[in-house]
């Protein structure tokens, strides 16, 4: 099932996959060419051509792995949540190599990259709580932030 929700993504973002009958893989080509092969244990295989397209077809699995039990909405898009009129979907873009967000309000469409945004637009949109208003945080207290989070990534 996994599998066949990789696929038909890989599919909809311009990738040709083919099975290999009752072997239990898949081909991945790009242009007619292979470039790589899917095993049924969603492990992925590049060959030598496909090195460049390593990242995004890794990307590609990993977020079918995460999100691909969710309601499909649109083309390449799965749904996260809805209430009334808006909606929040996530998608894999593959230009930025990254899983990218959506906020839907009545059809208009705001994009996100990180899910924890999303989140608070769509519970924002949603009317689930009230927008806050900017806090100004001290020059010195920013930058102190940031050497943290540098900090803390490196370390």
């Not at 999100?67 to 499909?72: A, I, R, S, T, V």
């Not at 649109?74 to 230009?95: A, L, P, W």
């Not at 001290?138 to 050497?147: E, H, M, S």
Request: with cysteine; aromatic share 10%; hydrophobic share 35%.
């Amino acid at each position: 099932m996994l599998s066949d929700n990789t696929t038909q993504y890989m599919e909809k973002l311009g990738y040709e996959v083919i099975d290999q009958g009752n072997e239990k893989f898949r081909v991945i080509c790009k242009n007619h060419i292979p470039i790589g092969f899917l095993k049924d244990d969603q492990s992925l295989q590049v060959v030598e051509a496909g090195k460049s397209e390593e990242q995004v077809l890794q990307g590609i699995t990993d977020f079918v792995k995460e999100y691909g039990d969710l309601h499909k909405v649109g083309n390449s898009e799965f749904e996260i949540g809805k209430y009334k009129n808006v909606t929040i979907t996530s998608f894999y873009d593959i230009d930025k190599r990254a899983v990218q967000y959506a906020v839907y309000d009545n059809g208009e469409g705001e994009l996100f990259n990180s899910l924890k945004d999303a989140q608070n637009a769509f519970a924002v949109a949603a009317g689930l709580i009230q927008k806050q208003p900017g806090i100004q945080i001290p020059f010195r207290v920013r930058i102190a932030l940031k050497i943290l989070e540098r900090w803390k990534s490196h370390g």
